[in-house]
C-alpha cells in the first residue's frame, strides 16, 4: 500500500516535463497531506520502482 511520508535528506536538482493532468492530480494530492509537490513526486517514483516487475530481457 502506499503511504506517504514527509522526511527526505539530500536532493539535487533535474528538470521533469509532466502532463498538465498528472501534474493536477499530484497538486492536489499534496494540498491534501500539506505537503510539497516534489516530495509527492518523490515517493510515487519510490514506490513505482520498489514495486515493478521484473523485465526480462
Known amino acids: 500500500m502506499f503511504k506517504l511520508k514527509k522526511e527526505y535528506v539530500e536532493y539535487e536538482n ?3 516535463r ?3 493532468d498528472l ?3 499530484v497538486q492536489q ?3 491534501q497531506n500539506n ?3 516534489n ?3 518523490i515517493q ?3 514506490y513505482a520502482l520498489d514495486n515493478m516487475e ?3 530481457e
Open 29 to 31: 494530492l499534496a494540498n
Open 23 to 25: 501534474i493536477i492530480k
Open 35 to 37: 505537503m510539497s509537490f
Open 14 to 16: 533535474k528538470s521533469l
Open 44 to 46: 510515487c517514483i519510490e
Open 18 to 20: 509532466l502532463p498538465k
Open 39 to 41: 516530495k509527492v513526486i
Open 54 to 56: 521484473d523485465i526480462e
